[in-house]
């Protein structure tokens, strides 16, 4: 079971949008609707910013979208801010009843 | 509010077993929700160890499976790691966290304890 694999790294300036990719297999991604992201800030638990895809839990800025075409989830982050600036992780439910782990995107804010 | 809290000990010996327990507050253990590990190693990236549901039923990360368990204490609305056979690359900061109802996300999380593995 590998990691879902996302881009190291992603940068925008302030006000930009900027969108990171989460690309699976036929095993996961591309066979559930069950991709969620999380923001970490350093030293934090990550926090929940989209489930199942593309919803947003409440409290969430619309800023943060999510869609999916294939086996490749993506998160846009629109209108870039300062305190957008953490690692993010995709996570998809796969078909053995267990879930996988993306590998990770620094966004940085120029 | 629900709360998780994770607690055990810091620093475990090599070859030796892990044990830590998640105590839930503002909400019951025995609810259909799923009860899940995660651990994060020092500088890298996250990993989902496995999931409890009140029921007894397991799911496990393939990689994991053979030494890790997870039970449910219902008594003490609480869930329990164990992962035997330990060794440096266990050391990480371990999470627990809850799915949201018949939901396939962690919706509350732990802040996370660290366990380093050395002797």
């Known amino acids: 079971q590998s990691a879902l694999t996302q881009p190291a790294s992603v940068s925008g300036s302030p006000g930009q949008s900027i969108t990171i990719s989460c690309t699976g297999t036929?095993?996961?991604?591309?066979?559930?609707?069950?991709v969620s992201w999380y923001q970490q800030h350093p030293g934090k638990a990550p926090k929940l910013m989209i489930y199942?895809?593309?919803n947003r839990p409440s409290g969430v800025s619309n800023r943060f979208s999510g869609s999916k075409s294939g086996n490749t989830a993506s998160l846009t982050i629109s209108g870039l801010q300062a305190e957008d600036e953490a690692e993010y992780y995709c996570?998809?439910?796969?078909?053995?009843?267990?879930?996988?782990f993306g590998t990770g995107t620094k966004v940085s804010v120029l | 509010q629900v709360q998780l809290q994770e607690s055990g000990p810091g620093l475990v010996e090599p070859s030796e077993t892990l044990s830590l327990t998640c105590a839930v507050s503002g909400g019951s253990i025995s609810s259909d929700n799923w009860w899940n590990w995660f651990r994060q190693p020092p500088g890298k990236g996250l990993e989902w160890i496995g999931e409890i549901h009140h029921g007894g039923t397991t799911h496990y990360t393939p990689s994991l499976k053979g030494r890790v368990t997870i039970s449910v204490d219902m008594s003490q609305n609480q869930f329990s790691l164990r992962l035997t056979s330990i060794t440096a690359a266990d050391t990480a900061v371990y999470y627990c966290?809850?799915?949201?109802?018949?939901?396939?996300?962690?919706?509350?999380w732990g802040q996370g304890t660290l366990v380093t593995v050395s002797s």
């Open positions: 966290a809850r799915n949201a109802l018949r939901g396939y996300y962690a919706d509350y």
């Open positions: 996570i998809s439910y796969t078909n053995s009843n267990s879930y996988v």
């Open positions: 036929s095993s996961d991604v591309g066979v559930y609707n069950y």
């Open positions: 199942d895809v593309s």
